[in-house]
């Protein structure tokens, strides 16, 4: 993902996460599945977890199958994109960028 954005001309280096980590923990404490989900965790304490990106992500899956209008898809995209961008920070973190 990150080359991707770097193939693009995207500088990462000064982007932010468009969705606010309260509007995603809204998001996430709307669609969790229990106390055991990801989403659940994430709505508690606001904190990304790169170990749990791939329950993030088939949990969104799962809530956008369930979406009953385009607003919630809309807000479960943005919510995956969300996590997407969180992944690509802590790679370039990793990466000393």
């Given at each position: 993902?990150?080359?991707?954005?770097?193939?693009?001309n995207?500088?990462?280096?000064?982007?932010?996460?468009?969705?606010?980590?309260?509007?995603?923990?809204?998001?996430?404490?709307?669609?969790?599945?229990?106390?055991?989900?990801a989403?659940?965790?994430?709505?508690?304490?606001?904190?990304?977890?790169?170990?749990?990106?791939?329950?993030?992500?088939?949990?969104?899956?799962?809530?956008?199958?369930?979406?009953?209008?385009?607003?919630?898809r809309?807000?479960?995209?943005?919510?995956?994109?969300?996590?997407?961008?969180?992944?690509?920070?802590?790679?370039?973190?990793?990466?000393?960028?």
């Amino acid at each position: 993902m990150y080359y991707l954005c770097v193939s693009l001309n995207i500088n990462i280096k000064t982007m932010e996460n468009p969705l606010t980590i309260k509007l995603a923990q809204e998001i996430a404490s709307e669609w969790h599945s229990g106390q055991n989900s990801a989403f659940y965790s994430f709505a508690s304490t606001g904190k990304y977890l790169p170990e749990k990106q791939d329950e993030y992500l088939k949990e969104v899956e799962t809530c956008l199958n369930e979406a009953k209008d385009n607003l919630q898809r809309l807000r479960l995209k943005s919510f995956k994109t969300f996590f997407q961008l969180e992944k690509i920070f802590v790679e370039m973190e990793e990466l000393g960028l």
